[in-house]
């Protein structure tokens, strides 16, 4: 299978606790984006890459967040001191550039108790 | 800021025809993007519209008018399988490379 992958598929963590989610994009694709989705709304920009370098940060993003994607292939999302408001969907989604066309993974749903 | 619009349920029977509306506000728009969800499922890319007038692929259509600040999604034939999320999306100069997403529309498809 040559698409997105992600991992875990499922987290449940307890409120504080620190939680960290991989996103493998599509090989050749440099470009690589997180989202969140909450039940009945569309995704949400969080943060994009183009190979290494983080180039766009949305400002709606807490400071308990970061990403990171060292080589230019994978990408991790952290969130620290996780609240229960940070329970949702995260997608992560990769694209080659010049092109809308975004390939998204099946997420990761996290559960904050 | 940017904005979309969406309506948020759709019913139709099969086989039918219908059209799903997206307006948006935004302050440099470079094109509209569909998307579709399946329940439990991720986003998949339908269509992507930079000028005005209509794209067609097999049985959906997407149309944009950038003067009108609008645009659809024509779905055609409709079958059980197409009962999903749809979102439109846009790219604007305030957004940089990141899709904004409208809320979607869940459209529902009965036999």
């Known amino acids: 299978d040559t698409g997105v992958s992600q991992d875990p598929r499922h987290k449940i963590t307890k409120r504080g606790q620190n939680v960290t989610f991989r996103c493998d994009p599509i090989s050749e694709h440099n470009r690589l984006y997180w989202y969140r989705q909450t039940l009945g709304q569309g995704p949400e920009f969080l943060t994009y890459f183009q190979n290494e370098a983080q180039l766009e940060k949305s400002r709606l993003l807490s400071d308990r967040f970061s990403a990171e994607r060292p080589k230019g292939s994978f990408s991790t999302l952290e969130i620290q001191r996780t609240e229960q408001g940070d329970s949702a969907m995260y997608l992560c989604a990769s694209s080659l550039p010049g092109t809308d066309e975004q390939y998204f993974g099946p997420g990761t749903r996290l559960t904050v108790t | 800021g940017q904005s979309l619009e969406q309506p948020s349920e759709v019913t139709a029977v099969e086989g039918a025809i219908v059209q799903i509306n997206c307006t948006y506000q935004?302050?440099?728009?470079?094109?509209l993007s569909w998307y579709q969800q399946h329940d439990g499922g991720a986003p998949t890319f339908l269509s992507y519209?930079?000028?005005?007038g209509l794209e067609e692929t097999g049985r959906f259509s997407s149309f944009l008018s950038r003067s009108d600040s609008y645009g659809y999604l024509l779905l055609q034939e409709l079958q059980m399988k197409d009962s999903a999320s749809y979102f439109c999306?846009?790219?604007?100069?305030?957004?940089?490379?990141?899709?904004?997403f409208g809320k979607g529309t869940t459209l529902s498809v009965s036999s």
């Open positions: 999306a846009v790219r604007d100069r305030q957004a940089g490379t990141a899709l904004i």
């Open positions: 519209n930079a000028l005005d």
């Open positions: 935004t302050s440099g728009f470079y094109g």
